[in-house]
């Protein structure tokens, strides 16, 4: 398994390349000080939520394996992950559908 995005702008290539319809709004001056925290909380978690139903098991299994990696590597996207995206999977009311997905990268990490 390849490693975890380094930066916040790799981080929004690889969930730009999962789903491409995910396009945040930011002008460019505010890219380059985009947090994973804000891409969370401000830009990838509506989108997320409104759009659940819509993804493919593909891309939900690449998303849990994008998370699981993120979640490896203490720091700010470890952190951001799990307080700004999975402690909210219950509000977006996605956090049972996506388990299955999370549970699995997990796995496949360990290995």
């Known amino acids: 398994m390849k490693p975890a995005p380094s930066s916040p702008s790799e981080f929004l290539s690889e969930l730009n390349a999962i789903f491409p319809a995910f396009a945040p709004q ?3 001056e505010e890219e380059a000080e985009l947090t994973y925290h804000a891409i ?7 989108f997320f939520g409104e759009n659940f139903e819509k993804f493919t ?9 994008l998370l699981a990696r993120s979640s490896v590597v ?6 951001a992950v799990d307080t ?3 402690e909210h999977t219950r509000q977006m009311k996605v956090s049972r559908e996506l388990a299955k997905y999370w549970r699995e990268a997990q796995r496949e990490l360990e290995q």
Do not use: I, M, V
């Not at 969370?40 to 509506?46: A, C, I, M, R, V």
């Open 57 to 65: 098991p593909e891309q939900l299994k690449a998303f849990a394996r």
């Open 84 to 86: 700004c995206f999975l």
């Open 74 to 79: 203490p720091g700010s996207l470890e952190n």
């Open 40 to 46: 969370f909380l401000f830009h990838f978690n509506p």
């Open 26 to 28: 930011t002008e460019p």
